[in-house]
């Protein structure tokens, strides 16, 4: 995780970023210790990356790689504005148990990067329409030697794949089927048949941009029905209130880089 110690919203590179809106420093920092605070009373390790000033959107730390079994591919942001957040992310992995690989495609790390252990021998899911080039899929199958299914966003409010669709468990997935091509749709119909079907409230709401254990699901504040949603399936719901992230377009995910050593 990285810290919003510099977050602003002073560009708009999507749909939910409105530079009139003044973002609360203090309040964003403030959410983002109690979403720490959360992973680390559940058990897990956070490490924290420093924020670096000039980079507003360092907070969403999912962006700036996606980690398999120890090896690491590296993010390449579209935009300019973010492009120098990928060094900060590759040095923190050189200083890791991690064997790093440079992208040569554009790519924005787990924001279009999901990975499911258990599902069929262990599968990544890929996200592209927006942010991410689509033959940086094929660059993340060599690199990480993990099958790699390509999904088709088409909303402009759902840019990443991590606004759309969210890893429940190992082989478990659930998503909002209309940020997806038809042919998409159809190809995750076919890989998760029991996958939890959001809608577009639950979508609208970040719920979708969730961290899960297994066992915990978290999600913001705002996302009550997606969160009854999971709990019918098992899972149990933990809410964190992220209203200051979201003005950037983020919610638990984008601001939670997943360590697979």
């Known amino acids: 995780m990285c810290p919003p110690e510099h977050f602003t919203v002073e560009y708009t590179i999507n749909p939910w ?9 203090a309040l964003a920092l403030k959410q983002w210790h109690l979403l720490r605070d959360t992973l680390t009373d559940l058990g897990h390790a956070v490490h924290v990356l420093d924020a670096h000033p000039g980079l507003p ?4 730390a999912a962006n700036g790689a996606f980690s398999v079994d120890g ?14 957040e990928a060094a900060a992310h590759q040095l923190f992995y050189a200083g890791g148990p991690w064997t790093f690989a440079g992208p040569e495609h554009v790519n924005e790390g787990e924001g279009d ?3 499911l252990p258990g599902a069929y021998g262990g599968l990544i899911l890929a996200g592209h329409g927006f942010r991410t080039d689509p033959a940086a899929h ?14 088709k966003l088409v909303d402009p409010a759902f840019y990443h794949l991590d606004t759309a ?8 997935i659930t998503y909002y089927p209309d940020a997806f091509s038809a042919a998409s749709q159809r ?3 076919q890989l998760f048949p029991d996958a939890v079907i959001a809608d577009r ?10 961290v899960s254990d297994g066992h915990h699901v978290i999600l913001n504040t705002e996302a009550t029905a997606m969160a009854d949603k999971v709990r019918a399936h098992g899972y149990t719901p933990v809410l964190v209130e992220l209203t200051e992230l979201k003005r950037g377009g983020g919610s638990v995910k984008c601001a939670v880089a997943e360590l697979r050593p």
């Open 17 to 25: 970023m409105d530079t009139t809106v003044p973002v609360d420093p």
């Open 138 to 151: 094929a660059e993340a199958q060599e690199v990480l030697g993990r099958p790699v299914v390509s999904l």
């Open 71 to 84: 090896r690491v591919y590296g993010a390449r942001f579209k935009f300019p504005q973010r492009a120098a």
């Open 57 to 60: 959107d360092m907070v969403y």
């Open 113 to 115: 990067f999901a990975y």
């Open 187 to 189: 190809v995750l119909r």
């Open 165 to 172: 669709l969210a890893a429940l468990d190992d082989r478990h």
């Open 201 to 210: 409230a639950d979508a609208e709401s970040f719920g979708l941009n969730l």
